[in-house]
């Protein structure tokens, strides 16, 4: 079975500066995706960025980026120009093409400081 | 509606007895997931609806849990004798399609506490 791992439970950055979160994943297929959801105090989850394992380019979307390193299986989001507003926790996840079936980590809380 | 909505929002049962957990997806939503969040934990899927079907039901932690789809719409998610380690955040997501495209639309989840 696939498994995601988020080894920061916790990280802080002042705002403005650039945060880089970490994720990891364990698979045997080569065809996958990996999102990060950010989920605020509010409970609602919410989609950040997306990837998909057969294009190489990593994903950017405004603010937000990954480095998707396939061989590694490593998929790190980094979040630019940070403010108060991304301080949530953030979850890693991982779908197989085949089977909709999502894996997630155990996210990891993001402080953001003023 | 405009997003996922999920009831009760809270849920207070005692041990044993059954509790109905409801989700309505984004209208037109063919694809409808179930996940359990326990404290500081991440997502543990349970299962997943195509239409009204349930290809895997592999993610449902015991035969207490069991789910339904009808109309291709509402899902609910009934857990009988309740336990006190079913205590989670059950969150509800649907999308329009299983595809390659697939982006996860989640509700606000319900709160179960067992007692």
């Known amino acids: 079975a696939q498994t995601v791992t988020q080894s920061q439970p916790e990280m802080s950055v002042q705002e403005a500066e650039t945060v880089t979160l970490s994720c990891t994943y364990d698979?045997?297929?080569?065809?996958?995706?990996l999102f990060w959801y950010k989920q605020p105090p509010s409970r609602q989850m919410i989609l950040v960025i997306r990837?998909?394992?057969?294009?190489?380019q990593n994903a950017t979307e405004n603010r937000f980026s990954v480095n998707f390193q396939k061989a590694a299986k490593s998929f790190s989001l980094k979040i630019s120009d940070s403010q108060l507003g991304d301080a949530a926790m953030y979850f890693c996840?991982?779908?197989?093409?085949?089977?909709?079936?999502?894996?997630f980590g155990s996210g990891t809380k993001l402080n953001v400081k003023p | 509606g405009a997003g996922v909505s999920q009831s009760p929002s809270n849920k207070v049962t005692e041990k044993g007895k059954d509790v109905e957990l409801r989700c309505d997806p984004i209208?037109?939503?063919?694809?409808l997931y179930w996940y359990r969040q326990s404290l500081g934990q991440g997502l543990e899927f349970l299962i997943y609806?195509?239409?009204?079907?349930?290809?895997?039901k592999s993610g449902l932690p015991s035969d207490r849990f069991s789910a339904e789809r009808t109309g291709g719409s509402v899902s609910t998610l009934t857990i009988q004798r309740t336990q006190q380690e079913d205590s989670a955040v059950y969150l509800c997501?649907?999308?329009?399609?299983?595809?390659?495209?697939?982006?996860?639309?989640f509700g606000p989840g319900t709160r179960l506490l067992v007692l």
């Open positions: 997501a649907s999308s329009s399609t299983p595809d390659r495209e697939e982006t996860q639309y």
């Open positions: 698979t045997s297929e080569s065809d996958y995706y």
């Open positions: 209208s037109g939503h063919t694809a």
């Open positions: 609806f195509q239409g009204n079907s349930a290809p895997d």
């Open positions: 996840a991982y779908r197989s093409v085949n089977f909709n079936k999502f894996y």
């Open positions: 990837q998909e394992a057969y294009k190489q």
